[in-house]
């Protein structure tokens, strides 16, 4: 299968970011796909994946190439899950040895959109904020069909949900000697700096507001899509398609825009997504971008991480990124093609749901308290949340639906990861971070001497 194109992004200095999903999910995918989708979930896993890839298709000699492309990793032949399921442990690992008291929990009620609920495979939710669009609702939808897919297999359990784009908690505000245990808050991202507890976010299921259907759709999309132009014969730019006007770090890249004076590599379009609604989401389908050889993700409120691309020197690393890709083909389309087959088989739908059922089984093991149905929990169920919505948002549910209980197990939780593994991750990070600056002078370097 022809890769989907390779990917640019912008990092901070200074910062190991983890999640802002990916994260792994985190997250998550859908952002390779789209600049418009945002997928906090999987960056854990992207930033994984690129380092491979980079050790694979950049670095000679490398002896991940046989693992990497093998034609079926062991871990699923085993029915083990994927590597990036290790962040759960990493994510609860705050609470190891104190456990998540009521108390503890009740904290987090200031984080949370809502409260969620499940005894004896039945949901309840109480709601305390307005999320953004319907972010809350596909949450709630996605957690209901687990519940389908393993009946009687999630354990009671109790947890508050945020449905921001930030992290919320903050690891500096829970250290020291006489700090108390952090709050445990749900959320879709995170990162180095903070605690929260990453769950998959809620365009796995459909974002009726933007036209982005359930992943399960958007995989065969993307993979259809995908085949109609050869990646040597696409646009050589960079290509960033989105609102610029959600934060600085979006205004500020349409800076890096191709001018008269400056040709940095790239094609920056905004994206106005109240005409596009009027219009039938005809120029937005995910399907139908594949069409450039690079994509540059700048979220809205968070950063992913591929390429990287210092915030203060974006056009000139963008510019130099391009150059390096289409000077170097086969490592690029290398990274392209191992992208697209990370996403259609690590990130399949199965592995989504199997990354909910092991988080919330690992965190119920925490709760030191029996859950309780609170005074203004409402219980919901599939077909009446579904029968709730109408246009997009009812089609997307209807779409996504849990129809019967799965007859395979999850996956197999892996082990914690090793300290010195976890350090060795971050280290060839930093690594990897330094090779592709250096690259970079050398290349600068040429230009002014050349």
Known sequence: MENIGAFLGFWERGTKKRINFEETASRSVKRWASTTVFLSFFITLFIGSFLYWVNVSVFPGSLLREEIFASKSLEESLGECPEY????????????????????????????QFRLVIINGD?????????????????????????????????????MFSCGDRPVVKKRDYEGANSTSPPPVFHYCGDQESLDIVFPDWTFWGWAETNIRPWNSILEDIKEGNKRTKWINRAPYAYWKGNPYVSIAREDLMKCNVTDKYQWKTRLYVQDWHKEKKQGYKKSKLADQCTHRYKIYVEGQAWSHYWPVRTARKCRDIKFAVEWGNTHTRQARAIGRAGSRYMQEKLKMKYVYDYMFHLLIE?????????????????????????????????????????????????TMPSPFEPLSLEAFFENNEMIKRQVEMWEKDFWESLKFG
Not at 85 to 94: A, G, M, T
Not at 99 to 108: F, Q, Y
């Open 85 to 112: 399921f290790r962040w759960i442990h990493k994510d609860l690992e705050p609470w190891k040895h104190t456990g998540i008291s009521r108390e503890m929990l009740e904290r987090a009620k200031a984080h949370a």
């Open 123 to 159: 949901a309840y939710v109480e709601k305390y904020k307005n999320a953004y669009q319907t972010r809350d609702v596909f949450t709630v939808w996605g957690i209901l069909q687990l519940l389908r897919l393993y009946p009687g297999k999630v354990p009671d359990l109790e947890l």
């Open 363 to 411: 965190y119920a093991k925490l709760l030191k308290f029996e859950p309780r149905i609170p005074n203004e929990g409402k219980k919901v169920c599939a077909q009446k949340l579904a029968s709730s919505q109408n246009g997009l948002g009812k089609r997307f549910m209807v779409e996504s639906m849990v129809n019967s209980s799965s007859e395979a197990l999850p996956c």
